[in-house]
């Protein structure tokens, strides 16, 4: 069976995709065979060959095994909204067990499977069920990616208390400096630091290139 890892973050867009890319390639690097998952992607323009996600296209790219699109990615909505508003407005309704279901097609085809989690931790999927319920099912070890600006200590601290009161392991995190005009971001990630009690996986600076960074896995203990 394989390893896999649970990519949630304090909020959307502070670099979730990012943070599964590099997790991808790192472990790709060491020989493993690696997949990407994106078990909700809302979002998504529409190709003659169906919808077309752009976290999903960045994590099969990183990916170094391929399974069947359903699998990747079991939903996707057009609308760039929240999970669930998306869901009914395609007329649908997202099922956890669905996607318990990818991602053991996926455990099957390679040695780590990273999913990428929608929005933030507590995202609504459904009327009674969210993002947390997602990772609880999954039982995965979860990674926090820190979107550094104003405001993230509470909720990088929130996040790290919802992870651990769902019963799920928190892996690591990753503080990433989405703004580079943040005042005090060196004392802000030091704040955290003592606060969040698992291993700071990487420190990205912002950079045109995000997507290069270097992640210290071996903390993870799985290599
Ligand atoms: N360290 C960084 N420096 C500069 N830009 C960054 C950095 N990290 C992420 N970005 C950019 O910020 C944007 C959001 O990053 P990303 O798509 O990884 O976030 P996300 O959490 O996956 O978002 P979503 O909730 O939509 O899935 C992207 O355009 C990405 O290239
Ligand atoms: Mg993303």
């Not at 390893?3 to 949630?8: A, L, N, S």
């Not at 455990?107 to 995202?123: M, P, S, T, Y």
């Not at 990616?145 to 929130?158: F, I, Q, S, Y």
């Not at 799920?168 to 969040?196: K, Q, Y």
Request: neutral net charge.
């Amino acid at each position: 069976m394989a390893t896999g890892y649970f990519i949630t973050g304090t909020d959307t867009g502070v670099g979730k995709t990012v943070v599964a890319c590099a997790l991808l390639h790192a472990f790709a690097a060491r020989g493993r065979r690696v997949i990407g998952m994106k078990p909700v992607a809302a979002g998504a323009l529409r190709t003659e060959h169906g919808l077309l996600n752009d976290d999903v296209a960045a994590l099969c790219a990183a990916s170094n095994v391929t399974a069947p699109p359903e699998l990747v990615n079991p939903y996707c909505f057009e609308a760039a909204i929240a999970p669930h508003l998306a869901a009914t407005q395609a007329g649908t309704g997202i099922e956890l067990g669905r996607i318990a279901r990818a991602y053991a097609g996926l455990a099957a085809v390679a040695e780590v499977v990273v999913v990428e989690g929608a929005g933030g931790f507590c995202v609504p999927l459904s009327s009674i069920e969210n993002g947390a319920h997602l990772a609880r099912l999954l039982g995965l070890p979860v990674i926090m990616v820190v979107g550094m600006r104003l405001g993230c200590l509470n909720h990088a601290l929130l996040t790290a208390q919802a992870i651990r009161a769902h019963g799920l392991v928190l892996a690591g995190w990753v503080a990433n400096r989405i703004d580079p005009g943040m005042t005090a971001a060196d004392e802000n990630v030091a704040a955290l630091v003592e606060r969040i009690h698992a291993p700071l996986l990487a420190d990205i600076a912002h950079t045109p290139q995000p997507q290069r960074i270097a992640l210290q896995v071996q903390a993870l203990d799985l290599l």
